[in-house]
């Protein structure tokens, strides 16, 4: 790439978490066994609690802000290459409950003029 400016706008922000939801409910009690002439039977099994409240979904990460991605270096070549790129995102938010509520942040976005991909 020779003689080009490259710009790019605003990235996008991370998803926030969503909120908890309820647990399942608890499994059925299986009835108790009988003797072999149906005369007596034992105890039923008793029914299993229900689950408690899941967590807060984790916040997403911000964007980022790329001006030149790239999958092999042999093949990149760069000369008077200009880049105006604007902000990567910001990382999403979401809560945490422990013994208070707070405040969890995803990670923001990165700002490179080049980025080499994993193959």
């Not at 689950?51 to 999958?71: E, H, M, T």
């Not at 880049?83 to 938010?93: I, R």
Request: charged share 25%; proline share 8%; with cysteine.
């Amino acid at each position: 790439m020779r003689d080009t400016h490259i710009m790019t706008l605003d990235a996008g922000p991370g998803g926030d978490g969503g909120p908890p939801e309820d647990g399942g409910d608890g499994g059925r009690g299986a009835p108790g066994g009988s003797f072999g002439d149906g005369s007596m039977w034992s105890c039923h099994g008793a029914n299993g609690g229900n689950g408690g409240p899941g967590g807060y979904g984790g916040p997403g990460r911000g964007g980022d802000s790329i001006g030149i991605a790239y999958l092999d270096e042999d093949q990149l070549e760069i000369e008077g290459v200009t880049y105006e790129l604007g902000p990567p995102g910001k990382g999403g938010t979401s809560w945490e409950l422990f013994e208070e509520e707070e405040m969890v942040t995803g990670q923001d976005g990165n700002k490179v003029e080049t980025l080499r991909f994993p193959e």
